[in-house]
């Protein structure tokens, strides 16, 4: 990692994210608690991340604009209006004020669609190719970091002084990214015109990821897990109340889950380097699934606390060797709107499975939703095993080429696909 801490401008964006990041730790999980505390209901706590994956179904639209801009300005904007999202939160007092939560929640889901996209593209300028995996390695480790801490600082604050002390931590995070950034030096490519008609504009990021064979079957994998993992956030809260446990102890379970997830930030780098992109997002799906049948299997608070550590390892796998991939395989032109529609194919998933298990945890034990997690995941790196066979044995998309071939998507990814042209949208 110590090669991409060398290119100018990178240690920069690195610590303004991490400040962003660490505001981000700090609130995500406050915003459920502060619902959970205000009306007793874990659906509608879990529901509060719902309304973050809103947003997300919008995204190509926001890809459009993000390719006509450059990438520092909007990084530096985008922090300081996500400042102002959050200032509403500091009128919540009582259960009639849920809304607010909701709305800023929604509102905090536009940064998620944003920002990254604005980083990918970011990275693009400042990072050869060669050195994309160690910063997004370096990113995801940090992020991954403050879980260790950052949830349970959260949550100790919430419960000491309310949700309005944790909305200013959140605020001043932003400002300050905002600020360390605005300080990057970095010649910008100047966007191109385009002369295309607006739709095939606005579609070109979805062509792109449905006619790259390994980017569409990554995120056709990725896609069947998503489907199931939201129900975690509302299953979390059942679980806690299983074993008679506040809702404040989520922030727990979500620090332990750092624990595995910095292990995993810190190896993914050398993953992916070893195995390649492709084995290692399998790889991660594979722990995910395991991880997640292991939570459905465990007859004590201890049990469920050590697959959740593997859970945690698994994310930074599928996160770096996907961002990593995703951003060698795009061009810069094509990067705000390839990132925005792979959130749309991802998060879109994300939310159906978020409003549905709201409504899961109140029908059927929270044991039964981990194990529908574990077998569905384990699905998707089936999926990626089989279509991208040829990655895992070690051969790369240019070997396929050469031998002959046809790198176009399977049946899978034709336009008839669940997932194909049309589809909408951490």
């Known amino acids: 990692m110590k090669a991409a801490f060398a290119q100018p401008g990178f240690s920069r964006l690195f610590a303004g994210l991490s400040t962003s990041i660490l505001g981000d730790s700090i609130m995500l999980l406050v915003l459920s608690i502060w619902v959970k505390t205000l009306t007793g209901s874990s659906a509608m706590a879990g529901f509060t991340f719902f309304f973050m994956c809103i947003p997300a179904i919008f995204a190509p639209l926001v890809g459009v604009w993000i390719d006509r801009i450059k990438r520092k300005p909007m990084l530096v904007w985008g922090n300081l209006l996500s400042a102002v999202a959050v200032m509403p939160l500091l009128l919540v007092r009582d ?22 996209a604005g980083i990918n593209g970011l990275l693009k300028e400042l990072m050869p190719d060669d050195l994309l995996v160690d910063a997004n390695s370096s990113i995801q480790t940090i992020k991954e970091s403050y879980r260790l801490f950052g949830p349970l600082l959260g949550a100790a604050l919430f419960a000491w002084l309310g949700g309005w002390v944790v909305a200013l931590v959140d605020i001043a995070s932003f400002v300050v990214a905002a600020a360390v950034i605005s300080t990057i030096r970095v010649e910008e490519e100047e966007p191109e015109h385009e002369e295309a008609a607006y739709w095939s504009q606005l579609t070109e990021g979805l062509r792109h990821l449905v006619h790259d064979r390994v980017l569409g079957n990554l995120l056709i994998g990725f896609g069947l897990s998503m489907l199931v993992l939201g129900f975690t956030e509302s299953a979390i809260f059942a679980l806690t109340d ?6 404040t102890y989520v922030s727990v379970i979500v620090s332990v889950q750092g624990i595995g997830a910095v292990a995993g930030g810190v190896l993914s780098a050398r993953c992916v380097r070893r195995l390649g992109e492709v084995a290692t997002s399998t790889l991660g799906l594979v722990l995910l699934g395991v991880s997640a049948l292991g939570i459905a299997a465990s007859p004590a608070m201890a049990g469920v606390l050590v697959s959740v550590v593997l859970f ?10 996907y961002m990593t991939i995703l951003q060698r395989r795009t061009p810069q032109r094509l990067m705000g709107r390839v990132s925005t529609a792979a959130e749309v194919v991802m998060t879109v998933p994300s939310a159906v499975s978020l409003a549905f298990g709201a409504l899961l945890v109140t029908l059927i034990d929270w044991r039964w939703i981990f194990l529908v997690i574990g077998v569905a995941t384990l699905a998707g790196a089936a999926h990626v095993a089989f279509w991208l066979r040829d990655e895992l044995r070690g051969r790369t998309t240019e070997d396929l080429v050469t031998e002959g071939v046809d790198d176009d998507p399977p049946p899978a990814l034709e336009p008839s696909s669940p997932l194909g042209p049309g589809v909408g949208a951490s």
Do not use: M
């Open 242 to 247: 299983h074993f008679d446990k506040p809702a």
């Open 95 to 116: 259960a009639g004020d849920v809304w607010i939560i909701w709305t800023v929640a929604g509102v905090y889901g536009i940064s998620f669609v944003v920002l990254p």
């Open 312 to 321: 945690g390892a698994s994310l930074p796998l599928l996160v770096v060797a």
